[in-house]
Structure formats: structure tokens, C-alpha cells
């Protein structure tokens, strides 16, 4: 949709605490930049909305206005879903903070913070909760997502560990979704992304995690039949307090590794042991099975340190294009597509991680959550990565070409949040397997005009005896993969 009429800025500014940032002001370019350089859209405004209140008020004005509308936690979003062209994206940064109860071992953070946030707070008093392995990820989209990260296989799924979401909805009604209230809504929301409101804040449960025992086994990357091969069998059978994620990397400049290391092509795995810390070597004894490493490190860590690990080789404003698959078993064939590729990295910053989302993630019955695959063992992710924006073309195609040779050995689905942009809606549907309909129902009741459409989108379904019309332009809001943007393509 391209709007021929000016936001009203001024209208929108009288009625909220926090700024409205139109093309005219200087911090226009800033505030619709985002983590993946890849993305480059035009806003026609970003609201930064400094409490519930703005949020309920950009709601109700962005509604009735008819414009197109998404929403930004921490700007991690690698298909750019925070973004639209012509649109307006409500911005959730300004609500970063935490609340830390140790007694009763939860966390609050508000909509806007990011995993480094919660981990600050929580680690004041030893506690952690399964998130992802970036501290700069936002809460938000991690949550909705599903989330998962070193301490899945001990802990669970993020999902699994919320307890309750203060959400603004379509019609600019603020609710609380639990177990107890609203229970479809906070069924979908674990798991069904962004589709059915504003998260303004999260309640977790937390867990006592304070040091950790990492390590990082690397192996030559013509080693990775035998090495993946041992990994597939080795970490399913391991003890809970063992996760370890799997990837296929060049070796980046810089400690903990040897010079004689760096710029190698390498797989490997990061290791992170939440068990007795006397324990870890011994049970990482088994990473001499595949043939000896070229590298092998370990140390103790607090856990702040160990998810902001990568965020330095990591840093915002890089170009991204990724695809993801979850799998049941590491076939020898997918063994054989791994190798190839992982020959073929096309520049230094890109890899292939497989995360496992088996042990604690296992346990909550197949149709508790939204996440539609709990007999997933692995959740991959295949990621071109670079500074250079002329190598766009050149990361797209390596990641296609990859996954498009990959997909036959999966699952079918992915997580959400690893669709790429560009993927058809179908991959939507093929993530939330037999979880779609029932997804689609509770989006009919919390968002029935589909207003939180700049996602990975459901639509809501038709009511009983009611043919869907085809919707008018102030209920339909085109999705982000589609409105023009200017990612990167082959």
C-alpha cells in the first residue's frame, strides 16, 4: 500500500509521551535502522513509545488512520518485519527494563528490552531463563518466536518458562494473558509471533544459573562427516546439564584462538554445562571420538558473559540472509549437504548452527504451546553474513541454494523466527503444522481485521457459515516481505 496522503505527524506527537520520528527530523535515519543492514526501508514514521500508554494511543490512532503498521522490540527481526515502507513502525526501545523477584525466582522486563537486559538483572541474584545466544536479541520477538539457546536442553523452551504477558490488542485494549486469563491468547502467543498484539512486558519463570562451564571444540571443516556424524548420537544421550550447538564457521582473528587458526574453515561446537563445574572435562571427554581437535578451550563463565560471547564478532548494521529447518535426525545424506557447503562458506562471517531443542523442550505435550515441534531434536539456521552490501546477491544464493538441498531432509517446518524474507506463506503454514487452525481462530477473536499483520502472518479465520470478503484497504496492511523493501537479492 502506498499512501498518497502525509502521516500526520503532528497529531500523533500531541497524543503520545515519546517521540514521532518523520523522514524530516535527523534522527529519522537512525530510527528505522535496524540490526540487519540487509533491510533498508522508508517508514513514513517511527513511534518510540515511552509506556503502555503510547502504545494504546498509537493503536487507536494508527487504526483509525488506516496505516500500515509494525512493531520493533529489539530490531532483531533477520526478514526486517519491523519495518515497512510507507508504514509506521511503533518502537519498543525506550521500555527496556527489569524487575528481578529472587524469591519468587521471577523476572519482568518490559516489550522493549533485550536479552543482555534480563540477564543483567537476573544474574544479580543467580538466575537465568532459556533465550537465545546474542545479548543484543530482543525479549520480544525471541519470546513470541518460541526461543531457544545454551539452556534449552536443562530448561526448556523460552515459552515454556512465561508466565504471563501484558498485551495491547488491536482495538487498543490492554490485557494480561495467562494460564488464567485469556488462556487462547496466551496459548498463541507462545510461539505464534507477533500476530495477535503488543507484548508491552513479560513475567518469566527463572531458574538458579549464575557460572557455567563453556567450551568450544573445533574441528577441521574436512572433518565434519565424522565429526557431525558423533555429534548427532553424543548430545541426545548426554545428560540435560550438557547443551552444545553445532556449527560450521571460519575461524574468526582474535582470542580465545590461536593465530595459527585464524581464517581456517572449521566446524564445531559451543558447549555450555550447567552441572557440577569439576564435572566438565570429563564430560567433554568424548570430543577426542571424532579425531583429535585442532582446538579445544574451556573455562568457567557467569552466564551474562557466556550470552554476549558473540555479539562483538556479531554487531548490528551487517548484512543477513537466513533460512532455518528443524530436524528429528541428522540423516548421513543432510551429513553429505553440510559438508558441501560448509566447503562453500562464502565469506568469513557466514554459518550454519544447529541448535537442540530436545531434553526440557521435550516435555510440555505437543499441543500445549503454539510451537507446533516438540519432536524436533535440532533447529537450523543457514546465515550469510558480510559487511560489504555488494556481497548481498552473493549471500542470498548460497543460502537458498543450501537450504533448497537441505529442506528434503528435515521436518518440513522451521522456526518462525528463521524464515527468511521472501519465503511464500506456505512455510507459515508448514511451521505451525495442525497448531494453523487453532491459531487462525484466536486471531479471529483478538485481531479479526488483521491489523498486526507486518509478521510472519495467520490470517484470522473466516467465522462459521461466513465467506471471507476480500478485506479494504484500512483492514488489510501488507506484510513486510512484500511493500517494496530493498533487501539484497541474487
Known amino acids: 500500500m502506498n499512501r498518497t496522503t502525509p502521516v500526520p505527524l503532528d497529531a500523533m506527537r500531541t497524543a503520545l509521551r515519546g517521540p514521532v520520528i518523520g523522514p524530516q527530523d535527523p534522527e529519522y535515519r537512525p530510527a528505522g535502522t535496524i540490526y540487519n543492514a540487509m533491510i533498508d526501508r522508508r517508514p513514513a514514521a517511527v513511534v518510540r513509545c515511552a509506556d503502555t500508554a503510547d502504545v494504546m494511543a498509537a493503536v487507536d490512532f494508527l487504526r483509525d488512520e488506516g496505516l500500515v503498521v509494525a512493531v520493533r522490540g529489539g530490531g532483531h527481526s533477520g526478514a526486517g518485519l519491523c519495518l515497512v515502507d510507507d508504514g509506521v513502525t511503533i518502537d519498543l526501545s525506550p521500555m527496556r527494563w527489569a524487575h528481578v523477584d529472587p524469591e519468587a525466582r521471577t523476572a519482568t522486563v518490559g516489550g522493549g528490552s533485550t536479552l543482555g537486559d534480563l540477564d543483567h538483572a537476573a544474574h ?172 579445544h578451550f574451556t573455562a568457567p563463565m557467569p552466564y551474562p558473559a557466556l550470552q554476549s560471547l558473540f555479539d562483538a564478532l556479531l554487531p548490528p548494521g551487517l548484512q543477513w540472509y537466513w533460512r532455518g529447518n528443524f530436524f528429528d535426525r541428522i540423516t548421513d545424506e543432510a551429513v553429505d549437504v553440510h559438508a558441501e557447503y560448509a566447503e562453500r562458506l562464502p565469506t568469513d562471517l557466514s554459518t550454519m548452527h544447529l541448535y537442540p531443542v530436545d531434553g526440557a523442550a521435550h516435555r510440555p505435550g505437543p499441543g500445549d504451546t503454539a510451537w507446533a515441534y516438540r519432536d524436533a531434536v535440532w533447529s537450523g539456521v543457514i546465515a550469510g553474513i558480510d559487511p560489504d552490501p555488494d556481497n548481498a546477491g552473493r549471500l542470498r544464493q548460497w543460502c537458498v541454494d543450501y537450504w533448497e538441498a537441505l529442506h528434503p531432509h528435515s521436518m518440513g517446518g522451521t522456526y518462525v523466527n528463521f524464515i527468511g524474507a521472501g519465503e511464500t506463506p506456505d512455510r507459515v503454514r508448514a511451521t505451525y503444522r495442525d497448531h494453523y487452525d487453532r491459531l487462525a481462530a484466536v486471531k479471529r477473536t483478538y485481531d479479526p481485521h488483521n491489523f498486526f499483520h507486518a509478521n510472519q502472518n495467520i490470517e484470522p479465520a473466516a467465522r462459521p457459515g461466513v465467506r471471507r470478503r476480500a478485506p479494504a484497504s484500512s483492514d488489510r496492511l501488507t506484510p513486510a516481505s512484500s511493500v517494496g523493501g530493498r533487501e539484497g537479492s541474487p
Open 124 to 295: 544479580a541474584f543467580g538466575l537465568a531463563t532459556p533465550s537465545g545466544i546474542l545479548s543484543t536479541t530482543g525479549v520480544g520477538g525471541l519470546t513470541l518466536g518460541g526461543g531457544h539457546g545454551h539452556l534449552t536442553r536443562k530448561y526448556g523452551l523460552t515459552i515454556d518458562n512465561l508466565l504471563a504477558a501484558e498485551v495491547v490488542l488491536a482495538d487498543g485494549t490492554p490485557v494480561t494473558a495467562s494460564d488464567t486469563s485469556h488462556p487462547d491468547l496466551f496459548w498463541a502467543l507462545r510461539g505464534g509471533g507477533g500476530n495477535f498484539g503488543i507484548v508491552t512486558s513479560f513475567t518469566f519463570r527463572m531458574h538458579p544459573v549464575d557460572t557455567v562451564g563453556v567450551a568450544v571444540t573445533l574441528w577441521p571443516a574436512a572433518r565434519i562427516h565424522d565429526v557431525l556424524r558423533w555429534y548427532r548420537d553424543f548430545l541426545p544421550r548426554a545428560t540435560e546439564d550438557l547443551n552444545g550447538f553445532f556449527a560450521s564457521l571460519t575461524v574468526p582473528p582474535g582470542p580465545p584462538f590461536p593465530e595459527e587458526i585464524h581464517g581456517r574453515r572449521m566446524c564445531g561446537v559451543v558447549w555450555c554445562w550447567t552441572g557440577d563445574p569439576e564435572l566438565l572435562e570429563t564430560t567433554l571427554k568424548p570430543v577426542e571420538d571424532p579425531g583429535t581437535p585442532a582446538f
